[in-house]
């Protein structure tokens, strides 16, 4: 799927700086597809859940990408 490759991507850009769903925003993905796109990157062990910032996911292998 691109638009996941192209979350990934943003993500990993992103720093932290913006939550998931402004950054999905940025990236042109409306919040149903964003969270589609979490749920799937996050059963693939691509993403984890990261409670104490403001975006609350983060890549697990960013090397990997």
């Not at 992103?14 to 950054?23: P, V």
């Not at 059963?43 to 697990?60: F, G, L, T």
């Amino acid at each position: 799927m691109v638009n996941k490759e192209r979350f990934i991507k943003a993500l990993i850009e992103n720093n932290g700086q913006l939550n998931e769903l402004d950054l999905g925003e940025r990236i042109q993905l409306d919040e149903d597809e964003t969270r589609e796109i979490i749920a799937q990157l996050l059963s693939e062990h691509r993403i984890r859940y990261e409670a104490n910032s403001i975006c609350k996911y983060s890549v697990v292998n960013k090397k990997r990408r």
